[in-house]
């Protein structure tokens, strides 16, 4: 089983849709995870940290579930602006912070 | 601009010559990683320094890689005989040591775009 494992997409969804991707992890000691958003041949960046069951901010909300392993990410009014890949990323404690990515889910939101 | 920079962005390198990129992290930020990312992949972990120690290498760094922090502040990551299977992104990011019980969040570089011709 991968350490971080996500459903690569593409996820096609109309502008105002709400859409959900989740993320499953092994590592049952990871203690907090974060979201990134990476853009096209662009960097990943910092969309949401997700330290105890769930964060919110506007349109996007994570959510944590520690006895099922997984993580979720919600959308909501999605905008074409939206459309990115969603990376999940898992801290493995291991004496440093060693950041694990998944393989990322990819969004496309259409007109 | 106080974020991460890296530099090159692009380069293109024949088969069997060295490479060499920079990464100068955030100022105030004492942990640097390198990861590589292909496409249709996530970034794949590939060192980790802590002030100037570099404290883990991934499996993927073959003998060809070498990555150095002197004195803890910008990084270098080397590749000598380049292989086309080298061809990736070369991110950088950098973090502050972690608060007890929480996680921080890593900075990322734009990265660096290698092709090997």
């Known amino acids: 089983r991968k350490e971080v494992e996500q459903d690569p997409g593409p996820f096609n969804v109309p502008e105002g849709a709400t859409v959900a991707f989740n993320c499953t992890y092994s590592?049952?000691?990871?203690?907090?995870f974060f979201w990134y958003r990476q853009d096209c041949r662009k960097e990943p960046k910092l969309l949401m940290s997700?330290?105890?069951s769930g964060n919110e901010d506007g349109r996007f909300t994570a959510q944590l579930n520690r006895a099922s392993q997984y993580i979720s990410l919600l959308i909501r009014d999605s905008k074409l602006s939206d459309s990115a890949t969603y990376l999940c990323v898992v801290p493995r404690n291991t004496g440093f912070q060693k950041l694990v990515f998944g393989t990322g889910t990819r969004l496309l939101v259409s007109p | 601009d106080t974020g991460v920079s890296q530099d090159p962005r692009h380069k293109i390198t024949k088969r069997g010559q060295n490479v060499t990129f920079r990464c100068d992290p955030i100022?105030?930020?004492?942990?640097l990683y390198w990861y590589r990312q292909t496409l249709g992949q996530g970034p794949e972990f590939l060192t980790y320094f802590q002030n100037e120690a570099q404290l883990e290498k991934s499996r993927l760094l073959s003998d060809r890689f070498s990555a150095e922090r002197p004195k803890g502040s910008f990084s270098t990551l080397e590749i000598q005989r380049t292989e086309q299977g080298d061809s990736a992104m070369y991110l950088c990011?950098?973090?502050?040591?972690?608060?007890?019980?929480?996680?921080?969040?890593?900075?990322f570089g734009q990265g660096t775009r290698l092709t090997v011709v």
């Open positions: 997700v330290y105890s």
């Open positions: 100022s105030e930020h004492n942990r």
């Open positions: 990011a950098s973090s502050l040591r972690e608060r007890v019980g929480m996680n921080t969040e890593a900075f």
């Open positions: 590592n049952s000691a990871s203690q907090s």
